[in-house]
């Protein structure tokens, strides 16, 4: 009996210990769906970002079909991932566009800094009366910097059609 | 499938060869020199439209370690640097460095190091990368990054196996060069300080075997083996294994288990960089095919268009079909033969359409298996291309798609004539392209995660002054208070 209660005692301590020290910070679901978005971090979902869409997902407050950026495929990979069946995206929140990045067309841009602060990734360079710049390396191509520009100086370039980016197809496509 | 092969796999084919004796080529009026090199890696010219270069200057720098300098084939001015049509499965255009040469071939001095014993490993391999030496074996991988390994190498061997059918370049070169290509096989022996070095030829290059038989004579340390002629003897790891048995797994490169193998033309190139000083800027070029009227080996500047080439064996003759870049197995199909000739060409064929093709349409897979037991890399090609249709991309990687050579022995001994190399590319570049966009993404949400941190940051060294400055009005106002009190 004395042996029992200790037995008890015991494993609960180690339940009580992992309780604390194992425990899950976040829902991991919420992670496993913000890895499958495209981290544009645009906005056209209707939340601020893709973690809060990833926690509306979550919650059952946000359909899977919701990512123009992310299309198809990450419809797919959403459904595959929370079992449930796979839609067509939702036009309401933007269209399926060929990627693209911001680019300032340098003689026009009056260096006012309202680009800046919208840009999710830090992707433009400039200061105050300078020329601003877009680091396309770093644009996600969430096009938030377009709207706020004065002088309508930031355009949409799309990726040039280079040999780097061009992909093998298969005999059925 | 060949029951006496010395790995799994392969086959044997009919060689096509005629190995005719090399011929010098004429100057083109032009040298075009793409800038992109093996997979995304550019070069960097360091010269401007108008510049007048000599044969051997450098005229594109490498930025890393997996691209290699490009140097001028001859003496001329730059004429421009802009897209031209490059030799890329894509057909698209990228840009090119033209150069319209003076016709005065004239040459930057050489610096010939004839004692190379005496140079440091360091010392070497920078001479190889300043030479712009890249594998001429057609996968141009840079040649001083492979020799640059940490390992301990034991085998050094020299690939003379050109298992690939009409191909014939290599041997020529024996032929001509085999003193040269031993001393450039010294000059490895000595950078690598490996114990055994094997010079691999197939059994039935029998002059070959002759000359560099007579060339060894004066030195022991090297053996030349003769290796059956089964298609793809001339895979890395499958010379290895028909050499010494060794089997390199899946996801290893050979120096991790102390073997490199370096190419016939490669080891010449290295003799020239080091011995005489010279650039690399031509190797040589099987033109050949039932589309052309003569087959000619042909020593060629880098750069020369091919339809200059072309002319120098013959022209092409009335039943030409199709301009392939490579061998008939792994070459690929181009679109005009004003695309120069780069490091990576080790042939130009031209194909006739009287040959036989196996175009056949498609049938379904009726998984007879027989692709399993000709590939050469040990893969299941039927299972891989079920995962590949349905994009499976994970299944795919789990049964080892990227250890595919691509060499094309499933495709030619499928009864269902799928095209399985080309699923196989796709599926690889699919892949590719998602890890690609997999790190984009995870870069992104970086960035954002540390505005969001800087921003709130921000935020609470505000709310921080804003409170402090909050806390000294009081202070000020209870003073002012108590002051007024005390009268």
Known sequence: MLLLCLLFILLGLVLGYAAYYLKVAEDPIVEK????????????????????????????????????????????????????????????????????????????????????PPCPVDAILGASKQMHTVISAECTGCELCIAPCPVDCIIMVTQKNKPTHWQWSTAHE | ?????????????????????????????????????????????????????????????????????????????????????IAHPSNLEDDCIIISTDGLDESL???????????????????????????????VFPTANKLSTPKNIQTLIINGAECEPYISCDESLVLQQAEQIIQGTLILQHLLQAENCLIAIEDNMQQAAEALQKAIRTHPSIQLKKVPSIYPIGGEKQLIQALTGHKIPAQSLPAEQGFICQN??????????????????????????????????????????????????????????????????????????????T???????????????????????????????????????????????????????????????????????????????????ATKSAITLKNKHAAQAQLAKKRFQNQQKRRDKQEQELLAKAEKRKATIEKMKAASLARKKKP
Request: hydrophobic share 35%; glycine share 8%; with cysteine.
């Open chain 2, 1 to 85: 499938m060949n029951k006496q092969a010395p790995f799994h796999g392969g086959l044997t084919l009919t060689a096509h060869k005629h190995v005719s004796p090399i011929i010098e080529s004429h100057l083109p009026k032009e040298l075009i020199y793409p800038l992109l090199q093996r997979a995304d890696n550019y070069a960097t010219p360091c010269i401007k439209q108008g510049d007048h270069v000599l044969k051997g200057q450098v005229i594109a720098q490498a930025n890393n370690s997996l691209c290699t300098p490009i140097h001028a084939a001859s003496s001329g001015t730059i004429k421009t640097i802009a897209p031209h049509m």
């Open chain 2, 109 to 139: 001095p050489y610096s010939p190091c004839p004692n190379y014993q005496q140079e440091t490993r360091e010392q070497l391999l920078s001479k190889i990368q300043q030479a712009g030496i890249s594998g001429l074996g057609g996968a």
């Open chain 2, 264 to 341: 016939i033309g490669t080891t010449h190139a290295i003799y020239q960089a080091i011995i005489l000083g010279c650039p690399l800027t031509e190797r040589i070029i099987t033109v050949t095919g039932k589309g052309v009227v003569q087959t000619q080996n042909i020593r060629s500047r880098i750069g020369t268009p091919i339809k200059d080439l072309i002319k120098q064996a013959g022209g092409y003759n009335n039943s030409v079909k199709n301009l392939i870049m490579g061998g008939p197995m792994m070459g690929i199909a181009l679109s005009t033969d004003e695309i120069a000739v």
């Open chain 2, 343 to 425: 490091k990576a060409s080790n042939c130009i064929l031209v194909t006739s359409i009287n040959e036989q093709s196996n175009h056949s349409p498609e049938m379904p897979c009726i998984r007879c298996g027989d692709c399993a037991s000709v590939c050469p890399a040990e893969l299941l090609p039927q299972q891989l291309l079920w995962y590949g249709r349905s994009k499976q991309l994970e299944q795919c990687q789990d049964h080892q798609l990227f250890s595919c050579i691509e060499c094309g022995c499933c495709d030619l001994v499928c009864p269902s004539h799928i095209p399985l190399v080309q699923q196989f590319r």
């Open chain 1, 33 to 116: 769906i913000d890895a499958l978005l495209p981290q544009t971090q645009c906005g056209q979902c209707k939340y601020p970002g893709c973690k809060p869409y990833a926690q509306a997902i979550a919650q059952g407050e946000a359909d899977i079909n919701q990512c123009p950026p992310g299309g198809e495929q990450t419809i797919t990979a959403l459904a595959n991932l929370l079992g449930i069946e796979s839609k067509a995206l939702n036009t309401e929140f933007g269209e399926i566009k060929a990627p693209a990045v911001a680019f300032i067309i340098e003689q026009d841009c009056i260096g006012c800094v309202k680009c800046i």
